[in-house]
């Protein structure tokens, strides 16, 4: 008879770059269940809603998560918008997108080096980080800031981009691309890559949709799912991109999607610069938000992201609620687990690149 | 704004066959409470809501959409909404709401309940 031995797993692990917990029940190395618990780091920002007004939550939004903090922000504005009928000047929509694009581009390759760290491959980790350097180097001299911007609010922007800005920024995407050429030849040609993640993690395309996969795990297995074409949000309809599918359906094609995802931004951002409309870049918001709700999807680059404002006709709003996508890809990495080597945890879960700040609120 | 269509507690279970025949994703679920505890659920065919007036007893639907599972037990955990038929019940241990420092060792200044 087998006996079943209960692994406790994270919070603090090294592959880990946020707290999750797991109790993996176990048959030898071979996991046959797994049950996760969060609450680490929830900070019960939804609930802020009722001691802020409606224009200072898009700060409280923005720090949800570090990494896609401009998105986040974005999408509570642009859900505030909805709510309040709000017309965005289109050249602040071009910008959103310009940030947004660039904080896919500094996600994107912060998550290879991660991965790349945690199959012990250093250098790669390093080089990645380094390219991602230069777009942090760019939000700086745009924004302000690195992690935290705090140049979205709800009728547009607080702050344009000079035409020296726009200059910099179309110079400096050959750098970047050529510094992606680099790293992406390693990812997706290197056989050590290619062996610890080819065939690990496959989650075919029927349990990728009963599961709710959103993101690059969707798009790994197969599955043409991208809020930036499927329900195209501030400018993106403007713009030509394909969405990126793979279809190996393992961990090797969540980062093959991922790599080529890098390009497509880069291309996106080409086209927002190169068409930026001239104008003005705030509505301003006429009195409060009204007593309805409001529900926006936008595509983080972890997936799509879901905001849901409610309005109660005061300066507070009534409840504000985001489903992230590391939150509906919880099933599946919990899925993944289950199927899995002891030794292939750390790993997996990585593979759906977790952000458990979003997670948790 | 969003349009919503208000449904009973009773007919979750036939509005989640009948959004899984038609192919629909569940997007995500969440709860919200003024006046009245309301369940909303979001698919993606139709982009539709469905609203439940009143504190309701849910009935799981992750037998449709085995997603669910997770959205409906932080609606049990975080607003006390009691849902029956759960395809993974993690029994108050996704978030550990009911002790202040979910993590903390026991006997640690926490107040465990």
Redesign the interface.
């Known amino acids: 008879m087998s006996e079943h031995t209960i692994v406790p797993f994270g919070?603090q692990h090294p592959v880990f770059p946020e707290p999750i917990?797991f109790d993996l029940k176990l048959e030898d190395e071979k996991i046959v269940d797994a049950?996760?618990?969060?609450?680490?780091i929830?900070r019960g920002l939804e609930i802020l809603t009722t001691e802020h007004d409606f224009m200072e939550m898009a700060y409280v939004a923005e720090r949800i998560c570090g990494i896609c903090s401009f998105i986040h922000g974005m999408g509570y504005c642009q859900a505030i918008e909805?709510?309040m009928g709000i017309d965005v000047p289109k050249r602040a929509q071009y910008l959103r997108v310009i940030w947004s694009e660039f904080s896919r581009l500094h996600s994107h390759l912060m998550w290879l080096g991660l991965l790349a760290d945690a199959m012990g491959f250093e250098s790669l980790f390093m080089h990645s980080w380094r390219v991602r350097e230069l777009i942090l180097d760019i939000f700086e001299e745009s924004t302000g800031g690195r992690v935290i911007f705090g140049v979205v609010k709800p009728g547009g922007l607080r702050r344009d981009m000079d035409a020296d800005m726009v200059k910099t920024i179309r110079k400096q995407l050959p750098v970047i691309k050529k510094g992606i050429d680099e790293v992406a030849k390693v990812f997706l040609k290197d056989t050590s890559v290619r062996l610890r993640l080819s065939g690990m993690g496959y989650l075919s395309p029927d349990e990728t949709?009963?599961?709710?996969c959103v993101g690059p795990m969707a798009r790994a297995s197969g599955l043409a799912m991208d809020t930036r074409k499927d329900s195209p949000y501030s400018s993106y309809g403007d713009f030509s991109f394909d969405v990126v599918t793979e279809n190996s359906c393992d961990s090797w094609a969540r980062v093959a999607v991922r790599v080529k995802e890098l390009y497509q931004s880069i291309s996106i951002i080409e086209q927002a610069a190169v068409g930026l409309p001239e104008g003005g870049i705030w509505t301003k918001p006429m009195g409060f938000p009204?007593a309805?709700?409001?529900?926006t999807?936008l595509e983080q680059p972890r997936g799509?992201v879901?905001y849901?404002v409610?309005g109660?006709a005061t300066k507070n709003l009534?409840?504000f609620?985001v489903?992230t996508p590391t939150?509906?890809n919880?099933?599946s990495m919990?899925h993944l687990i289950k199927r899995a080597e002891l030794a292939d945890v750390g790993l997996l879960v990585l593979t759906i690149d977790p952000c458990i700040s979003c997670t948790e609120r | 704004?969003?349009e919503?269509h208000t449904i009973s507690p009773k007919s979750v279970l036939a509005m989640a066959h009948e959004r899984r025949e038609k192919g629909d994703?569940?997007?995500?679920m969440?709860c919200?409470h003024?006046e009245y505890w309301e369940v909303?659920y979001?698919f993606d065919g139709q982009?539709g809501?469905i609203l439940i007036p009143d504190r309701p007893e849910l009935t799981s639907i992750s037998e449709y959409?085995?997603?669910a599972?997770?959205y409906e037990n932080e609606i049990s955990e975080l607003f006390g909404i009691p849902v029956e038929g759960m395809s993974?019940d993690?029994k108050g241990?996704?978030?550990?709401?009911q002790r202040k420092a979910?993590?903390d060792l026991a006997g640690k200044g926490t107040s465990d309940v």
């Open positions: 919070p917990h049950f996760p618990s969060i609450g680490y929830h909805g709510l949709r009963a599961l709710g009204p309805a709700d409001q529900y999807r799509e879901v849901y409610k109660n009534a409840r609620r489903r939150f509906a919880v099933p919990v | 704004m969003t919503y994703r569940l997007v995500q969440h919200s003024g909303v979001s982009e809501f959409f085995p997603s599972y997770l993974i993690f241990r996704l978030y550990n709401p979910p993590f």
